[in-house]
């Protein structure tokens, strides 16, 4: 029997592995449908310590699977698509992998991540990593000083549109609605930012550009009038959908599907189930963040291990 499955291969996955491994658990990984997870959308990454000349997203994710393979997990490429969770303290827990390849294991730990939304149009997925992100903390840098689109009418858009409005000459925040959703102090931080120009019943019609990102194609929904505002780079704001349908009725989660842990901890509501980055954060979202609740959970996972052995 597996002592340890780690479900995903983001940064917490990966970390999750090293940790587990380094301590002899000899994990398994399934790395799922996008092996690196959503950093491998991303080019550079300049804010995760100890890459003092930063580095691009798959080729640190390369070095986070090189790292956890160093010490022995056995990597799988598949996707799980069914979960059977044991209720009872030292049971085991079913994983079945592309609908047909099952694992017994005696603790999992959920490092499924958060898919960002985006609006679908065939130039978004042109652009990607060449003007196009779902993260300004991420990506805003490259556009210091230059003019950018953020889209989205909730919190995450209002505090993208004004961490962007320090870095860049001009933001402009595409609000679909007649108003934003967003908490009234974001709004107001909003308004009250000069250099943030917010277009409210404004939609994006297409992405324009021939290697990069140049200009933002955009309609006014009342008016049907159209528009070219000229930017270089093109945020979407618009919410994120944590990857967890696959443990519905029987992980405890919030109203929007992320996963719910013990504070302090990555203990779920089931004994030997452990949920680390993405999937279990809708706050702070980052790498570093991720690669810390890994950590936790392996941590989790070796004491849960010893107590039930
Ligand atoms: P939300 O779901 O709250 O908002 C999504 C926004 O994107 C809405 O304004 C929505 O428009 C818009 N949108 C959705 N689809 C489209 C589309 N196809 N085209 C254009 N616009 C679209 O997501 P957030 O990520 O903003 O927030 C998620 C949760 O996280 C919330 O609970 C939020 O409060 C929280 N959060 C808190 C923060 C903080 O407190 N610092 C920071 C960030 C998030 P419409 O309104 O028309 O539906």
């Known amino acids: ?20 491994a380094r301590a002899n658990m000899k994990p398994t990984l399934i790395q799922g449908m996008q092996p690196g997870g959503q950093l491998t959308t991303t080019n550079d990454v300049e804010n995760y310590p100890g890459y003092p000349t930063g580095i691009t997203g798959p080729k640190m994710m390369e070095d986070f699977l090189k790292q956890a393979e160093r010490f022995g997990t056995n990597v799988i490429f598949g996707t799980v698509t069914k979960v059977e969770l044991s209720k009872k303290e030292g049971e085991s827990h079913k994983i079945i992998v592309d609908n047909k390849n099952e694992i017994i294991t005696k ?21 990607m990593g060449s003007g196009v992100s779902a993260c300004a903390v991420c990506d805003g840098f490259f556009f210091k000083n230059q003019d950018v689109v953020v889209v989205g009418g909730g919190d995450s858009a209002a505090e993208e549109a004004t961490y962007l409005s320090n870095l860049c000459n001009k933001v ?20 009250e930012t000069k250099n943030i120009e917010v277009l409210f019943n404004h939609e994006t019609v297409e992405i324009l550009g021939d290697n990069s990102v140049s200009g933002v194609k955009v309609k ?13 780079g093109f945020f979407l704001a618009i919410g994120h959908n944590p990857n967890t349908e696959i443990f519905k009725n029987q992980l405890d989660m919030d109203e929007t599907g992320y996963l719910i842990t013990k504070p302090d901890s990555t203990l779920t509501n089931l ?3 452990f949920a680390s980055g993405d999937a279990q954060d809708s706050v702070y979202r980052q790498a570093i963040t991720a690669a810390g609740t890994g950590c936790m959970a392996a941590l989790d996972a070796e004491r849960y291990l010893a107590n039930n052995s």
């Open 220 to 232: 006014n929904n009342l008016s049907l009038d159209e528009k070219i505002i000229e930017a270089t």
């Open 271 to 273: 004994p030997g189930v």
């Open 1 to 20: 029997m597996i002592e340890c499955t780690i479900i995903g291969s983001g940064p917490a996955g990966y970390t999750a592995a090293i940790y587990a």
């Open 107 to 127: 603790t999992v730990i959920i490092s499924t991540g958060a898919s960002a939304k985006y609006l679908g149009l065939p130039s978004e997925s042109k652009f």
């Open 172 to 191: 402009y925040l595409l609000v679909r609605k007649k108003e934003m959703r967003a908490s009234k102090i974001m709004q107001k931080r909003v308004f």
